[in-house]
């Protein structure tokens, strides 16, 4: 039972050159959340969302940055002429459903490192 | 603006000792307390969560209490173990969204 896995888990990219972060949710989870993680900081949530829906991208840079979740495939996270201030981990995470309830809990993957020289 | 402040930035503590770590916050929307353990280089993991209403909640030698008149949470960590060593992120949920604090490297020395 592979849980959530994202590709790849370093990245090295030049200024200006684009990002294109991947991430599979754990089986039968329809909902995919990205977060990025700065040193020393805790995570921020970037966006949310489900299969061909973007439902809250309200984290997210206006430039630049760009997510998806095709009916086929992995969700995709990708950074256009990155900047050296993106150097961050990306972290992935999915879960079933939202729970009205309040307890979401959230699988992460171990994550995408982009350094950007 | 950090939305959960958590402290302290780093804690050293012997083995069999105590871990306490502190988080605050404000917006009283949050409905959800979730504390995440994260190791170098993997994804953080849930560790232990609480509903506002309750005022404590024990998993084995972690522990949660939540004071919510004050809007403060704290995790404690009893018999502390060398494998404990792992940085600790308190959180807050609204709807979908984590609101993380900035995280605790807790170090147990053997």
């Known amino acids: 039972n592979a849980g959530v896995m994202q590709n790849p888990r370093h990245l090295v990219r030049r200024r200006g050159q684009e990002a294109r972060l991947r991430c599979s949710p754990m089986?039968?989870?329809?909902?995919v959340y990205w977060y990025r993680q700065l040193p020393e900081e805790g995570l921020k949530f970037m966006v949310y969302l489900q299969k061909e829906n973007i439902i809250d991208e309200s984290g997210m840079p206006k430039e630049r940055f760009s997510a998806e979740f095709p009916k086929e495939g992995p969700s995709i996270l990708r950074i256009q002429q990155v900047v050296r201030g993106d150097s961050a981990a990306y972290f992935c995470?999915?879960?079933?459903?939202?729970?009205?309830?309040?307890?979401?809990?959230?699988?992460f993957g171990a994550g995408s490192r982009l350094t950007v020289l | 603006q950090q939305q959960v402040k958590q402290s302290p930035q780093s804690l050293i503590v012997q083995k069999g000792g105590i871990s306490i770590i502190n988080c605050a916050y404000e917006?009283?929307?949050?409905?959800?307390f979730p504390w995440y353990q994260q190791f170098p280089g993997k994804g953080p993991a849930l560790l232990i969560a609480i509903r506002p209403d309750v005022s404590e909640k024990k998993e084995g030698r972690f522990t949660i209490s939540f004071n919510k008149s004050a809007k403060q949470f704290s995790l404690h960590i009893m018999d502390s173990q060398p494998g404990d060593s792992a940085t600790y992120f308190c959180?807050?949920?609204?709807?979908?969204?984590?609101?993380f604090g900035a995280g605790t490297t807790v170090t147990v020395r053997a």
């Open positions: 995470a999915s879960s079933p459903s939202w729970d009205a309830s309040g307890a979401n809990v959230l699988t």
């Open positions: 959180a807050a949920i609204t709807d979908y969204k984590l609101s």
């Open positions: 917006n009283t929307a949050f409905d959800y």
């Open positions: 089986k039968g989870h329809s909902h």
